[in-house]
């Protein structure tokens, strides 16, 4: 490893601003944003008895999951699944910038493979939405900025499908219903 670049990648996680259409009053980096679904996800994995191994794999891709937008930035989500032929077009983008990456850091391609196998992982999938809950709740009901308000249903939409289509851990899908009824109450809020 190359301290120097482990050191670059890292400044420029905390440097990209999430949410670079929006005006927030309490910006957040990627960097932010990775830690923050790591204990999430973390959390969710004790609340649902991962074993040690499972849940060490899970804070290894909770780490990486949005560490390609070190080159992409963060990508509005309007833009990134405006359809599918940019959807494709930007994930492999990003796909031969985790390559990159990947070896840049390590000299071979295991941080890509982490990084590949999250966007499979359905607990990190819901512990990157709640996280975006979270954003939205602190900007709304905290700090009165209605900004990302619009936001709020799709992730809701998103959250609610999750949890209807398969069978889950009961705790697991408790969760997702404490993230629904947080949106409800972003939604009414005044």
């Given amino acids: 490893m190359n301290l120097i670049e482990a050191f670059d990648v ?3 996680m905390a440097t990209i601003q999430r949410y670079s259409q929006t005006r927030l009053i309490n910006p957040e980096s990627v960097l932010e944003h990775t830690g923050f679904v790591a204990i999430l996800a973390g959390l969710m994995a004790d ?16 780490l990486v999951h949005d560490i390609d937008e070190i ?14 032929g940019v959807t494709d077009a930007l994930e492999g983008v990003a796909d031969s910038n985790m390559q990159e990456i990947s070896l840049t850091l390590y000299g071979n391609l295991q941080l890509y493979h982490i990084w590949r ?5 359905i607990v990190l999938q819901i512990a990157d939405k709640l996280a975006v809950v979270y954003k939205i709740w602190q900007e709304v009901e905290l700090h009165g900025n209605r900004n ?13 499908e999750r949890r209807d289509r398969q069978e ?6 408790n969760i997702i219903t404490q993230g629904i009824e947080i949106c409800l109450r972003i939604e009414t809020y005044e």
């Fill in 10 to 12: 890292l400044h420029k």
């Fill in 47 to 62: 609340e649902c008895g991962y074993d040690p191994g499972a849940k060490l794999k899970l804070l290894e891709e909770a």
């Fill in 117 to 121: 196998a999250h966007k499979h992982n």
């Fill in 168 to 173: 889950m851990n009961p705790k697991f899908q």
């Fill in 71 to 84: 080159i992409t930035g963060d990508i509005p989500r309007p833009t990134k699944y405006y359809n599918k």
């Fill in 148 to 160: 990302l308000l619009p936001h709020i249903t799709s992730i809701k939409a998103y959250l609610i």
